[in-house]
């Protein structure tokens, strides 16, 4: 049944409305698992959803409960997105997963109310494996995925690398990669696990992708903000998706 998903934020922040939390309290993955223990998840989500007064911690946990049931409802209504996943996934790669506008414009077309649209741009596959780290690799890979499925331009790209095309220090896991990224709603990835569950990787936490926040990284907000502004009028978001509120800093 895939009807779960898992969200992991490891040693990351979740933004919430008060600011960044650190995640010690949720240091282990939560994992909703329907298809081996659906009464406890029912437990758990009435216990959070029915509290009066929630702060701190908890509220944002509820609030990330309820982004990744509706991230989970887009992406598993999605068969051609579902495909894309199950493609990567076939090639078990060392911490592998699909991010960026994938995740990104499927919720904010399901937001917009403009129903299930191709997947517009490239299919970014993003993994981490240190003992490869040749371009050539990524071809190869780009390769095997266009045999298992042509309708998608496969862009594979090892972040073990990418450090150095983007100037910046060695990252040591793909989620490690992703807070380098330029934007919060772009800096998410998601992957079918080997249990069957939807699992997702969200260093900024989901609050401004479901919130059509269109907003820099602090990497991108502090020292590369050009690119940040550049991005946001070669993509025409703000024309693509007319709810989107573009917050920069000052």
Same mark, same amino acid.
């Given at each position: 049944?895939?009807?779960?998903?898992?969200?992991?934020?490891?040693?990351?922040?979740?933004?919430?409305?008060?600011?960044?939390?650190?995640?010690?309290?949720?240091?282990?993955?939560?994992?909703?698992?329907?298809?081996?223990?659906?009464?406890?998840?029912?437990?758990?989500?009435?216990?959070?959803? #029915?509290?009066?007064?929630?702060?701190?911690?908890?509220?944002?946990?509820?609030?990330?409960?309820?982004?990744?049931?509706?991230?989970?409802?887009?992406?598993?209504?999605?068969?051609?997105?579902?495909?894309?996943?199950?493609?990567?996934?076939?090639?078990?790669?060392?911490?592998?997963?699909?991010?960026?506008?994938?995740?990104?414009?499927?919720?904010?077309?399901?937001?917009?109310?403009?129903?299930?649209?191709?997947?517009?741009?490239?299919?970014?596959?993003?993994?981490?494996?240190?003992?490869?780290?040749?371009?050539?690799?990524?071809?190869?890979?780009?390769? /095997?995925?266009?045999?298992?499925?042509?309708?998608? #331009?496969?862009?594979?790209?090892?972040?073990?690398?990418?450090?150095?095309? #983007?100037? #910046?220090?060695?990252?040591?896991?793909?989620?490690?990669?992703?807070?380098?990224?330029?934007?919060?709603?772009?800096?998410?990835?998601?992957?079918?696990?080997?249990?069957?569950?939807?699992?997702?990787?969200?260093?900024?936490?989901?609050?401004?992708?479901?919130?059509?926040?269109? /907003?820099?990284?602090?990497?991108?907000?502090?020292?590369?903000?050009?690119?940040?502004?550049?991005?946001?009028?070669?993509?025409?978001?703000?024309?693509?998706?007319?709810?989107?509120?573009?917050?920069?800093?000052?």
């Amino acid at each position: 049944m895939r009807g779960a998903i898992s969200i992991a934020h490891r040693d990351t922040k979740i933004r919430s409305e008060s600011g960044f939390l650190t995640s010690k309290w949720l240091k282990h993955k939560i994992i909703f698992d329907i298809q081996t223990d659906p009464n406890n998840r029912g437990r758990l989500k009435r216990r959070l959803l #029915n509290a009066d007064t929630l702060s701190g911690p908890i509220a944002v946990y509820r609030e990330t409960m309820k982004y990744q049931d509706l991230l989970q409802s887009v992406l598993l209504n999605d068969p051609v997105r579902m495909n894309a996943l199950y493609a990567v996934q076939a090639l078990e790669l060392s911490d592998g997963w699909i991010g960026a506008g994938f995740v990104r414009d499927a919720v904010w077309d399901h937001l917009h109310g403009y129903g299930q649209r191709p997947v517009s741009g490239d299919v970014d596959v993003v993994w981490f494996d240190a003992k490869s780290g040749s371009a050539a690799d990524d071809r190869v890979l780009e390769e /095997r995925l266009s045999q298992q499925s042509s309708a998608f #331009n496969w862009s594979v790209k090892n972040q073990a690398r990418m450090h150095q095309r #983007n100037g #910046n220090k060695p990252y040591h896991s793909t989620e490690n990669a992703l807070l380098y990224w330029p934007e919060t709603a772009t800096a998410i990835a998601v992957r079918m696990g080997r249990s069957g569950l939807i699992e997702v990787i969200a260093p900024y936490g989901l609050d401004d992708l479901f919130a059509l926040r269109l /907003r820099p990284t602090p990497v991108f907000a502090q020292h590369k903000l050009a690119i940040f502004r550049q991005r946001v009028a070669e993509k025409r978001w703000l024309q693509r998706y007319p709810g989107l509120q573009l917050i920069v800093p000052t």
